[in-house]
């Protein structure tokens, strides 16, 4: 998912407020829930303190987004910013803890998307006609 964000040099996902996304946030909360689902328990891992409070702003963010679409005519809310907070929360649902290797395969894969989205914002902030729109 946030290999197709960094590479969007064309702003497909983005489109100054399309709802697409949105659609983005479907494959990791999507699988957490699917791959739950195929486990009987109904064992949850305990909310920390962070997460506490970071769902309390989720809600407030949230609740201020949506009333200021539905009743305050505001043009750009902050719902691109709140929405995907959720994904946050999908390592709740997990069953085990990521072993040693998957922490640090997961590690390498987030350092070569952070490169990646830094290369192609460097080209892009420095005029590369190929990919203004």
């Known amino acids: 998912m946030m290999l197709l964000v960094a590479v969007d040099v064309k702003d497909f996902w983005d489109k100054s407020g399309s709802t697409a996304r949105y659609g983005l ?3 990791p909360i999507g699988a957490a829930l699917l791959i739950r ?4 328990g109904t064992l949850l ?3 920390s303190a962070p997460d506490r409070i970071l769902f309390v702003l989720m809600g407030y963010g949230l609740a201020g987004s949506i009333y200021g679409k ?8 902050a719902l ?3 929405v995907p907070m ?5 390592y709740l649902l997990t069953i085990w803890s990521p072993t040693e290797e998957e922490a640090a395969r ?3 894969g987030l350092a070569v998307v952070g490169l990646l989205y830094s290369f192609f914002n460097a080209i892009a902030n420095a ?5 203004a729109a």
């Open 106 to 108: 997961l590690l390498r």
């Open 70 to 77: 539905a009743f305050g005519k505001v043009s750009s809310g």
């Open 37 to 40: 689902l195929r486990y009987r």
């Open 86 to 90: 959720l994904v946050a929360f999908t």
């Open 127 to 131: 005029g590369a006609s190929f990919i």
């Open 45 to 47: 891992r305990r909310w």
């Open 25 to 27: 946030l479907i494959v």
């Open 80 to 82: 691109p910013v709140f």
